[in-house]
């Protein structure tokens, strides 16, 4: 069962049906039943069908009306939006500039006070005693349940998604027999579905392995077989890359491996939500976080190999995870899986962890070094450790070893068509590093010498290219000259005589400002979620400053392009959150009018406060309310992504009930897939945190269907396992 929009002939309702995508991860699912006389219970999505409800007339005197105004009045709209018709609390309207009034709070509440907002249903701390719930009947009851609700008929999604998730259950315990009866159950009820005994094979295999060096063998050699239809669209194909991935590199099949992630990996968002999940499960924190105590990565590009790599040193497969992690010969790949090998070591917290990493670092370029240590400091800070203070000494001074920071000037015609673009990969990875360091010293409280850092990682992005609007406008202007323009600009710039070398050199021209284009792309990028870090790390000040002085200035050689991106927005927001007044009346003197807004960051700061009060209604309602408004992908996702950060919010609070609460009240059949994955993540971390007792009570709860109840024990024995370190192949 995936999105895809298909016809249920009604007397298909309420029966098992085919998804009619192809590449749909769960194609066997139960049809909705039909519409009944009662009122349909209250959904994210309910009002979808709302602009759907009135008449035709209406529609067609709407679209009359809009046709005739488009013309005259299109421009007007996009440039000057009336205040009324604003998000309250953030309004670029053409009455003043920048973003609205200071004095309306940032996260409005989307249940006026009057309406009593509905509470969660148990809405107290819980009780610190299990009410006789222990680990050890978890463990033993939690099998048997798992099979019974794979065997259900009535209200059971996915039969396959019952028993893919038992079988990967007896498989990870090492109960051979019980995993096979359970695969050959997948195999009656998802007799298409092969590639769903993929991690539950690999998890065989590598339980057979014990602590001998790891080889192929039967278990692996299927796990093979049945991903070669598998397609890179298909939701389930990160799951196979670090199942598969892991277990052939640790066999020593790298070739097979490094094909396998390139069939079977694209970037997208869908891809990248699914990593992320995959991340938290294997670290064991089990929440998709937002706040400042997770590593940012300035690419702001999703690569399954960092977590290949963390997989196979968890596995005790170290050894095989750094000469995965060295085969990359670009600073920028390497670096990023040396980062992930190195942050993997130190979580095993071995004796010999810190020895060898030091000797595998010895020999790195010296921007590698820094990037590592950096991230190390980070996580030390982050963890509060007591080493964190060395960590950070170490990542300074390997910051004085790395290249220092340049002004990328263009100049005029000749000079730009004669200066030579250059590697940018180690002001890339210095950044990455100063901007990892920034979080690691504000996290111990040096405010002082984080701010200062703060202004030369900027500095740094700032070596990577030019100003955005500065090549911006050279190559437009240039390109709306035509060839013959083009030739007589370059005799005249480069002293040429002949057409013909003109010409040829008006191409390389335009080639090279192509080049640093894409350079500022990658300036301007970097800039930004340096700007957004440090934000997060209580560096707004500093970020309006620069915001100010480079990107409010006449000068397009140094200008940069804050005002077209929703930064300017993401600092308002904060400034507006934090009740600061004065700020947010400077950015509103001084910013232009109708600025992009951060809608995803207005979400995120309006579901957050809701939830913090208990008003998950609120919480639903305004989900309801952007899904109405914001219906393409990219949206999409970022709500299902916020979604996930409130219940892992929710569940290390005080009331980890409004998580199941909030998890429930999601009804949209669009996200019976997500509600599942949240709930196994959010079950997770409450038997994580001592809570198994309100996961386990929520589970068994009649009300529960199959596929949830598999999902929340799943979680439940998964954060479970991690209260105690298991014995791993290879160590």
Known sequence: MCETPGFVPRQAAGREVKCANPECLVPIFTAPAGKSASKPDESVSAADDDTQAGGKGTLIALMLLVAAGAAGGGFWYFNNIPPETSEPGITAGNVQSGFGPTDTPAVVSATPPENNPVKAASDVPPKEESDGISIALIRKQAPGLMIAAAQEREDNRSKPFCRQLTAEFFASVGQVDQALAELKQLTQVGPDLPHLHI?????????????????????????????????????????????????????????????????????????????DQLQCRQSGTFTLSANNTWPVSLDDESNPEPLLIAGLVAAGHSEAALAWARRKTTLSERSELIVAWAVGMKTKAEAAAVEKLSTSLADEDPAIRAVVLARMAFVDAAAKSPTASES?????????????????????????????????????????????????????????????????????????????????????????????????????????????????????????????????????????????????????????????????????????????????????????????????????????????????????????????????????????????????????????????????????SEYPQRALTLVASIRDPRLAIWQEEAYLLLAAQLAANGRHAIAWKYATNGNRKPTERVALITGLLEGLNSLAPQTAPGT
């Open 199 to 275: 991690t539950t094979l690999v998890d065989l295999w590598q339980h057979k392995q014990g602590s001998a060096p790891a080889s192929p063998g039967p278990q692996l050699n299927e796990a093979v077989q049945r991903s070669s239809n598998l397609t890179a669209t298909d939701p389930f194909a990160v799951d196979v890359i670090q199942a598969l991935g892991c277990a052939l590199v640790a066999s020593g099949q790298t070739a097979l491996a490094e094909t396998t992630i390139q069939r079977l990996w694209t970037p997208g968002l869908a891809q990248r939500l699914r990593l």
């Open 392 to 652: 950070i000494t170490l990542a300074t001074q390997a910051l004085e070893s790395c290249v220092a920071p340049r002004v990328v000037s263009l100049g005029e015609i000749k000079q730009l068509y004669r200066t030579a673009i250059d590697d940018v990969s180690r002001w890339r990875l210095k950044a990455q590093a100063q901007a990892d360091l920034i979080g690691a010293l504000n996290l111990s409280g040096q405010l002082e010498k984080a701010r200062k850092l703060f202004h030369d990682a900027l500095a740094s992005a700032r070596s990577l290219g030019p100003g955005r609007d500065d090549i911006a406008q050279r190559l437009k202007s240039t390109r709306s000259q035509g060839n013959a323009g083009l030739i007589q600009q370059m005799k005249s710039s480069l002293e040429l005589t002949s057409d013909d070398a003109a010409l040829q050199a008006g191409q390389q021209y335009v080639k090279k400002c192509q080049e640093w284009l894409t350079l500022a792309d990658q300036r301007a990028r970097y800039l930004d979620q340096i700007h957004r870090w440090g934000i997060a790390h209580g560096l707004g000040s500093e970020s309006w400053k620069d915001i100010r002085e480079r990107g409010l200035t006449g000068d397009l050689s140094i200008r940069d392009p804050f005002t077209s991106s929703t930064l300017p927005s993401f600092l308002f927001l904060s400034f507006q959150a934090a009740g600061n007044t004065n700020a947010t009346g400077l950015m509103n003197q001084f910013l232009p009018a109708g600025l992009p807004i951060d809608t995803n960051e207005q979400l995120r700061l309006r579901t957050g406060t809701a939830l913090s009060s208990g008003d998950l209604q609120a919480v639903v309602q305004a989900v309801r309310a952007d899904s109405n408004a914001r219906r393409d992908r990219d949206s999409r996702f970022a709500r299902r992504r916020i979604l996930f950060e409130l219940v892992g919010i929710a569940a290390s």
